[in-house]
């Protein structure tokens, strides 16, 4: 992104004057071309009596060198001193022409005397107001300097036709009383030109400004656009704090910027993101808030502002900062919802005061760097909060289960023990069911966080969906052959293939299965139908069972909700299959949809992308 400084450059005349030194040469081949057909048709037409030969030569040696001036007019830099002086020296130069012009078309009172006003009024459109005064005040001495030497005998050669050299009542004027008036003209000129060329400078002014203040709003909309997308893409704090401090220099046009973090203790502040500065000063030490003050007050919710970095009692590394050059600063701080969390510095080459506005853009930049650090915290723990969840739930599966098993053990062969009665019997057969409860309930848990781990994408394997389905439709085959359901599976012969973890495929099928078999009565009827549509793979799981009521239908799949229709069958069930199946399908990129009417059945369909090996789509 192009720096931006905040000073408005003060180029009305500078911004165009490249352009305006080219017209001003293209007006002079007019110029010159215009001597020569003048001299022509004033000699063959009008027929006054003027020195062909030195008038040809005037008009050829104003387009000759008139051509150097374009030469050199493409070899500098639009740099405006150098264009001013190029003005200067064109001017000088037709001057010397329109002297020896004026010498032999009638010397001072000959009409080309005019021409001086020419002149001036482009010097109004050229340069400053002072030199157009300067510019009129030569072409008076110059014409000045023409008149003495004619009351001294020196005359134009040859002498013009008085009648057409002169309107009728200027003739008969003295040359000195002449010389006046036209300096009086060339004054006029001069004031009129420079005055409507000041109006328009004033307004071009104003535009620029105006244009200026849009670009460094689209500019810092820009940057907030930018660092806002990275803020929400990336948990990577250190690559969005760096281009916060980028943006922050360059939007301010300063030397450099860096952003400074409380450590853990919170007494010492760290880099968080840097620009501009040197590795020596970055690794000058830490900054010991204490000894900070200007850290302090900024932390304390003020803006800071400091004209002499170097001379400022506040700063703790003085003499560093000095050495790096840095001599105006900015600071404010980094305010979070959690409340201060760091400084923002900007600094300046040159002594600088920062304007309130960029006061208020370096804030915004820093509530954006605040945002990125405590969302980059809160996924952190997050992240902390998932991994001690699912050890939690690993360390509930060991330690609940071993002893778990035993108990079904003992309950297993306290039948065989001896005689028992039936009140007997039935405790030994709901405490059974009571455990069997309890394995589901830890395998669900399980799922669930499986489900919600972290992806990874260098475990993901190519699974060929109807291996994957095997063991899946032979436990439902089994299930439904016991329970008296009729079941089917209908898969294509192509292997379809997906990209993802086999373990999880296998839990979002056994479980869409395992629940139809259940809620599904004797002589009912679940069918599984796998099939291809463009790049996706469809599978439907149908059951003609009892079905989910319209305002349950939602509620199954946020975990721990069971129907009332499936609680009366009798039938055991934690209320967390389809909410972990629905994380497992949009985990892998697919879409979930339920289809129900209570007591018609219910059906599930589940569409997931399908993996083209790289050597199949190549």
Not at 353 to 366: D, G, P, R, V, Y
Not at 465 to 478: D, G, M
Not at 579 to 603: A, D
Request: proline share 4%; with cysteine.
């Amino acid at each position: 992104m192009t720096a931006f400084p905040v000073e408005l450059a003060l180029i009305p005349i500078e911004r165009e004057l490249q352009e305006r030194v080219t017209w001003f040469i293209r007006l002079r081949w007019l110029a010159g071309a215009g001597i020569l057909l003048g001299t022509w048709v004033a000699i063959f037409f009008v027929g006054l009596q003027l020195p062909a030969w030195p008038m040809i030569a005037i008009g050829l040696s104003v387009l000759v060198y008139n051509g150097f001036f374009e030469l050199y007019r493409r070899q500098i830099e639009a740099e405006p001193r150098s264009l001013k002086r190029f003005v200067f020296a064109q001017i000088g130069v037709d001057w010397m022409a329109l002297v020896v012009l004026i010498h032999y078309s009638g010397g001072i009172r000959s009409p080309v005397s005019l021409a001086f006003a020419f002149h001036l009024i482009i010097g109004a459109i050229l340069l400053s107001p002072r030199a157009c005064y300067v510019l009129a005040a030569c072409a008076s001495l110059l014409l000045g300097t023409g008149t003495l030497l004619e009351s001294l005998g020196l005359k134009p050669l040859p002498p013009v036709q008085e009648s057409l050299t002169l309107p009728p009542g200027l003739a008969d004027l003295p040359g000195f009383h002449y010389w006046i008036v036209l300096s009086g003209f060339f004054l006029v000129t001069t004031f009129l030109a420079t005055s409507i060329t000041a109006r328009l400078r004033e307004k071009e002014e104003a535009l620029y400004s105006s244009e200026q203040a849009v670009e460094r709003a689209y500019q810092e909309m820009q940057a907030l656009y930018q660092i806002g997308q990275v803020v929400n893409s990336t948990l990577d704090t250190k690559e969005v704090l760096g281009l916060i401090a980028e943006h922050a220099a360059r939007l301010l046009g300063r030397k450099a910027c860096f952003i400074r973090l409380f450590d853990e203790s919170g007494t010492r502040l760290y880099i968080g993101g840097a620009y501009g500065l040197s590795e020596e000063y970055l690794n000058k030490g830490p900054v010991e808030v204490s000894k900070s003050l200007i850290d302090l007050e900024a932390l304390s919710g003020g803006v800071i502002q400091v004209l002499e970095v170097a001379e400022d009692p506040r700063f703790q590394y003085r003499e560093e900062a000095r050495r790096e050059g840095l001599r105006s600063v900015l600071c404010v701080p980094l305010s979070g919802k959690s409340g201060v969390l760091g400084v923002i510095r900007v600094y300046s080459a040159q002594p600088h005061e920062f304007s309130e506005q960029e006061q208020h853009l370096l804030l915004n930049l820093a509530n954006l760097g605040a945002v990125a650090i405590e969302n980059a915290r809160a996924y952190a723990e997050l992240e902390a909060l998932n991994r001690e969840r699912t050890w939690f739930a690993r360390m509930t599966h060991h330690q609940l289960r071993a002893p778990l098993a035993a108990i079904q053990g003992v309950l297993d062969a306290l039948p065989y023990a001896g005689d028992l009665n039936e009140k007997q019997l039935d405790l030994i057969a709901r405490s059974s069911r009571r455990i069997t409860d309890t394995f589901d309930m830890i395998r669900d848990l399980l799922d669930l966080a499986a489900a919600q781990r972290p992806l990874e994408d260098e475990a993901r394997e190519q699974v060929f969906l109807q291996e994957a389905l095997r063991r899946a439709i032979e436990t439902a085959r089994e299930r439904a052959g016991t329970k008296g359901v009729d079941f089917s599976a209908d898969l294509p012969k192509e292997e379809l293939a997906l990209l993802g973890y086999a373990a999880d495929i296998d839990r979002i099928f056994s479980n869409l299965l395992d629940n139809a078999i259940k809620y599904t009565p004797v002589g009912g009827r679940v069918t599984l139908l796998v099939k291809r549509e463009n790049g996706d793979v469809r599978v439907e799981v149908s059951d003609t069972g009892i079905g989910i009521s319209g305002e349950e239908q939602e509620k199954v799949f946020e975990g721990f909700y069971r129907t009332q229709t499936a609680k009366a069958t009798g039938e055991i069930g934690t209320g967390l299959g389809l909410s972990i199946v629905k994380r497992l399908v949009e985990r892998w990129g697919g879409s979930m949809t339920l289809r129900s009417s209570q007591g018609k059945g219910t059906s599930f369909t589940i569409v997931l992308p399908v993996h083209e090996p790289a050597s199949e789509s190549s």
